[in-house]
């Protein structure tokens, strides 16, 4: 199976600062169709995930355009510019290239 | 709008099973997979598998292969897993998902 190892654990922030979460797979994700299915989400307490980013970049709809989603292969990065409250919660990457798709383990981002 | 109803918090018995549901609705159920995912309390989230609820094609994680049983209902629109040989380690919330739109979670106890 796919691991994908998530850095940090924990994200201790300010309100207002950048944050950025680290997603490393065990092979690459890229897709014999040429597409990598590496989705991001975000977990606030209490509450179902909620997409964020698909395909490695692309925001979904209604998502603030301060969260950007990077990379290749099998090296990726959530960047959170200008860290909200409403932004605080576990953040998950996910990859849907290999069978069985998997989750990383998260990564939580706290007020410092 | 897009909405996935899942049914009500179950507390079952060891070695007995349960089935919890998903309804659709907002849009049309044959188009979108629906993947089912776990999460023990405090831990990361797992993807169990996934239906096409056009065909009734399945996919599995291994790992759930013989404890969860997906099925859908299209007249209803309406996804059920059946989840059987319950042990105290299949105690969870259960989720059901369009990938960009998920249901509220299901509480599965399990304890004698």
């Known amino acids: 199976d796919v691991v994908l190892t998530q850095t940090p654990v924990a994200q201790p922030v300010t309100l207002g600062d950048q944050a950025s979460i680290s997603c490393r797979s065990s092979q690459s994700l890229v897709h014999s169709n040429g597409n990598t299915y590496l989705e991001w989400y975000l977990q606030k307490p209490g509450q179902s995930p909620q997409l964020l980013i698909y395909k490695v970049s692309n925001r979904f709809s209604g998502v603030p355009d301060r969260f950007i989603g990077s990379g290749s292969g099998s090296d990726f990065t959530l960047k959170i510019s200008r860290v909200e409250p409403e932004d605080l919660g576990v953040y998950y990457c996910f990859q849907a290239t290999h069978d069985p798709w998997t989750f990383g383990g998260g990564t939580k981002l706290e007020l410092k | 709008q897009v909405q996935l109803q899942q049914s009500g918090a179950e507390l079952t018995k060891p070695g007995s099973s349960v089935k919890i549901s998903c309804k659709a609705s907002g849009y049309t159920f044959t188009s979108y997979d629906i993947s089912w995912i776990k999460q023990r309390p405090g831990q990361a989230l797992e993807w169990i598998g996934a239906i096409n609820p056009g065909s009734g094609g399945t996919g599995y994680n291994e790992k759930f292969k013989g404890k969860a049983t997906l099925t859908v209902d299209k007249s209803s629109s309406t996804a059920f897993m059946q989840l059987s040989s319950l042990t105290p380690e299949d105690t969870a919330v259960y989720y059901c998902?369009?990938?960009?739109?998920w249901g509220q979670g299901v509480m599965v106890t399990v304890s004698s």
């Open positions: 998902a369009r990938k960009d739109y």
